[in-house]
Antibody
Framework: QVQLKETGPGLVQPTQTLSITCTVS????????MQWVRQTPGKGLEWMGF???????EYNSEFKSRLSISRDTSKNQVFLKMNSLKTEDTGVYYC?????????WGQGVMVTVSS | DVVMTQTPLSLPISLGDQASFSCRSS???????????LAWYLQKSGLSPQILIY???NRFSGVPDRFSGSGSGTDFTLKISRVEPEDLGVYYC?????????FGAGTKLELK
């Protein structure tokens, strides 16, 4: 059974770094691309980037300078790190498995950027 | 970036009626490999998006056959033949022919 679950801080201060972990089960990270998508009040659903099954990454240029996606295949985990957070980064962050297109999504983690 | 424009913003409907959603892209979604990467998702209240249709017209596993997709190039349509209560929510189109992948703003299907 395919499952994905995001865990993250909930509240982050402006200018700080966001770190979210996506823990997966039921499939191997070496067989699928894993993607990050966020949903914000201002911009709706936005594709952020992905990590390929081989481990290389691709980012939306909207986030490129401050976004990093990585993984630990031994722990079945994918990581999102984004720095220099702003209030407009407030939203729900999802990890999703890519099977051309996204087939399984995590439940999402709500992140509020506020002092 | 490819802009995905969905209309209408809101679609009030009665159960059992047909529903039709439009999605237009700012450039052709035909990939050089001959495929057109346009998908449809439904997001029910408080939940993650769930896939309905991929590559214009292919229903994902378990999706009822009352859902159908059509279109080509820059103009795409999702239809529900007879709306049921579990179909209510926001419908999004997604293009993944061009990077960055982009979503439409969504059409909310709600009861009249």
């Amino acid at each position: 059974q395919v499952q994905l679950k995001e865990t993250g801080p909930g509240l982050v201060q402006p200018t700080q770094t966001l770190s979210i972990t996506c823990t997966v089960s039921g499939f191997s990270l070496t067989s699928y691309y894993m993607q990050w998508v966020r949903q914000t009040p201002g911009k709706g659903l936005e594709w952020m980037g992905f990590i390929r099954s081989g481990g290389s990454t691709e980012y939306n240029s909207e986030f490129k300078s401050r976004l990093s996606i990585s993984r630990d295949t031994s722990k079945n985990q994918v990581f999102l790190k984004m720095n220099s957070l702003k209030t407009e980064d407030t939203g729900v962050y999802y990890c999703a498995r890519w099977n051309n297109p996204f087939d399984y999504w995590g439940q999402g983690v709500m992140v509020t950027v506020s002092s | 970036d490819v802009v995905m424009t969905q209309t209408p913003l809101s679609l009030p409907i009665s159960l059992g009626d047909q529903a039709s959603f439009s999605c237009r892209s700012s450039q052709s979604l035909l990939h050089s490999n001959g495929n057109t990467y346009l998908a449809w998702y439904l997001q029910k209240s408080g939940l993650s998006p769930q896939i309905l249709i991929y590559r214009i017209s292919n229903r994902f596993s378990g999706v009822p056959d009352r859902f159908s997709g059509s279109g080509s190039g820059t103009d795409f349509t999702l239809k529900i033949s007879r709306v049921e209560p579990e179909d209510l929510g926001v419908y999004y189109c997604l293009q993944h022919t061009h990077l960055p992948y982009t979503f439409g703003a969504g059409t909310k299907l709600e009861l009249k």
